[in-house]
């Protein structure tokens, strides 16, 4: 996998949260700058050390 994407909503109770389109990856936070760490660390989380993809997209709605 060369690219993932995620759907970044601002969350009612503040701050944002974002899903990975095709992959069960779900993560918030109360900043942009700490919504984008935790966007890292659950790519991580999730794929281990194989098939990291090198592009990140994050798409506003």
Do not use: W
Request: with cysteine.
């Amino acid at each position: 996998m060369t690219e993932i994407t995620f759907l970044v909503q601002e969350a009612e109770e503040g701050g944002y949260t974002a899903r990975a389109l095709g992959k069960s990856i779900f993560t918030e936070g109360d900043t942009m700058i700490e919504l984008k760490s935790n966007i890292k660390e659950a790519i991580l989380c999730y794929f281990g050390d194989t098939d990291i993809p090198q592009l990140t997209h994050l798409h506003f709605v």
